[in-house]
């Protein structure tokens, strides 16, 4: 089987641009990402349908062109990964987004799956949505921090022992910046 170099990018605004095998897709993969011990949004490995189904529905339905876009990457008809932007609505701090749920299902990694997805997010906040800077949370001791870095991102700041995986497994919260875009 050949494969694609690059993955294809598509950005969705809307919930109903979201089909029924696009939706199970996004499940599947939170599920395999989750249960292979990438750190997406559920810490408790293993997740099944019924914990990622409702999250899943809810982050789709806040969809809007102007405060939250889906971005996500296929290999032909399998999706490779997906991340979530938002900008926050209040004036205050309209010119900064959150980058929210970035991940490569197992199939796909070492592919630049999630380099394409966050230099893609990157162009639609700066292009698109007008935002100055990004903001994201990575759990620390996973390899994100050097993840990001290449990415031009840079740690501003950690919260000591905020996750607890396990009793005897307490890692950082390490917050991240992008700026200027």
């Not at 294809?8 to 641009?17: N, P």
């Not at 991340?83 to 980058?99: A, I, K, M, Q, S």
């Not at 199939?107 to 799956?113: A, D, L, N």
Request: net charge neutral; charged share 25%; aromatic share 6%.
């Amino acid at each position: 089987m050949t494969h694609a170099s690059k993955p294809d990018l598509v950005q969705i605004t809307d919930a109903r641009e979201i089909t029924p095998d696009l939706r199970r897709q996004l499940i599947d993969c939170w599920i395999a990402v989750t249960n292979s011990g990438g750190a997406a949004g559920f810490p408790f490995a293993p997740v099944r349908d019924d914990d990622v189904a409702p999250v899943t529905d809810k982050l789709l339905g806040r969809l809007h062109p102007q405060h939250s876009r889906l971005i996500t990457a296929r290999f032909g008809d399998g999706l490779a990964g997906w991340v979530v932007l938002n900008r926050d609505p209040y004036r205050l701090v309209e010119h900064w987004g959150t980058v929210r749920h970035l991940q490569t299902h197992p199939e796909f990694r070492g592919r630049g799956v999630g380099s394409a997805l966050m230099r893609e997010l990157r162009k639609i906040a700066r292009d698109e949505l007008g935002l100055e800077q990004l903001h994201l949370a990575a759990r620390g001791e996973a390899g994100l921090e050097s993840f990001y870095s290449r990415l031009g991102w840079r740690e501003i700041g950690r919260w000591p022992g905020a996750l607890r995986l396990a009793p005897d497994d307490t890692r950082d919260e390490v917050l991240m910046l992008l700026d200027p875009l």
